[in-house]
């Protein structure tokens, strides 16, 4: 029987089968055989050892579309990121960080503001503008007052979708908003897992609908960026692209050269500001990453 892997703990893997029975798995001989460890999302081949039971073993991982390190998921379509409007004010810095993350994993991101019934025009005018101009797709919702979720519906449906956000923004609210059925699976699952009582939080896929999964990542507030040369961050900012043939240098890295294509786009409001000021903080990180 073919099935997904909703959650890992522990050596055991809990994997959704085709039958719709949650199945407790061990990976017996995949981990020798061949050099790779499932991950969560991962749809896999299991035999049942136990119906009444419900357990199994994973014979075989099933091909991957990708696997992202962080959060550690495997076939993941694209991932929506959620801040709140206000209460808590949004962390521009957290969000360009995580389009970074999500960047240099080749995954689609969406942004969603929530708690719109909190904030004026102005400050969603001023939110939308930011991240257009960057290329993303930017929502806005309230779920108290319900407005916005169809169009969250409509972008998760049929997906495998990874939502990320700062505590307080409403993740949960509108992961039950959307799918009422997602809390109630997430307690089968949490039940069977308290026997092994670990208390570090791993990812954990939720089945919400006809092939619709979302996953939670946990640490978001912690996230920092990936090692890389800060020579290569600019090639994370898509919105960069289209002003660096006004760029003298080639090459150019867009802080202290003269002649800069990007540099004038920010002048001009054609990049964002916070954008551009978010790029240099991360820069000068990565920078000074390299010196230890
Ligand atoms: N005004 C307003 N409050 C909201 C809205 N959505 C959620 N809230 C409130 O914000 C608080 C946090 O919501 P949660 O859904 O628990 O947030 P979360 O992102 O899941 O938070 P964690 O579980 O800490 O990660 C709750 O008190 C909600 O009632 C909204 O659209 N408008
Ligand atoms: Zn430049």
Redesign the pocket.
């Known amino acids: 029987m073919t099935g997904k892997i909703l959650k890992g703990i522990a050596g055991f893997y809990y994997v959704i089968a085709a039958d719709g029975k949650l199945y407790e798995c061990k990976a017996k001989g995949i981990f020798r055989n061949r050099n790779v460890k499932p991950l969560v999302g991962d749809n896999v081949g299991i035999s049942i050892l136990d119906e009444t039971e419900q357990k199994g073993n994973i014979d075989e991982i099933l091909p991957r579309k990708n696997a992202l390190v962080r959060p550690s998921v495997a076939n993941v379509d694209q991932a929506l990121v959620l801040f709140s409007v206000t209460q808590p004010d949004p962390n521009l810095n957290l969000l360009d960080r995580f389009l970074v993350m999500m960047e240099v994993q080749e995954v689609p991101v969406n942004i969603c503001f ?2 719109i ?2 904030a004026g025009d102005e400050k969603r005018n001023e939110l939308s503008a930011i991240y257009e101009k960057a290329g993303y797709s930017v929502f806005f ?5 319900e407005k916005g979720i169809e169009e969250i519906k409509d972008l998760v449906r049929g997906k495998t979708t990874v939502l990320a ?1 700062p ?8 992961t039950n908003l959307i799918y009422p059925k997602a809390k109630m699976e997430t307690g089968t699952i949490s039940e069977k897992i308290q026997r092994g009582k670990h208390t570090t939080r791993h990812s954990e896929l939720f089945g919400i609908g006809r092939d619709t999964y979302m996953v939670d990542t946990p640490g978001f507030s912690s996230m920092y960026i990936e090692d890389m040369e800060c020579g290569h961050l600019k090639d994370y900012f898509p919105e960069f692209e289209a002003c660096e043939e006004d760029c003298k240098f080639l090459g150019c890295i867009h802080i202290g050269e003269k002649i800069c294509g990007v540099k004038t786009a920010v002048e001009e409001g054609r990049i964002s500001r916070s954008r551009y000021d978010n790029y240099r903080l991360l820069y000068q990180e990565l920078k000074d990453k390299r010196r230890y």
Do not use: R
């Open positions: 929530n708690k019934d909190l919702t309230s779920t108290c007052e956000g505590s307080g923004v409403g993740k949960s609210t509108l």
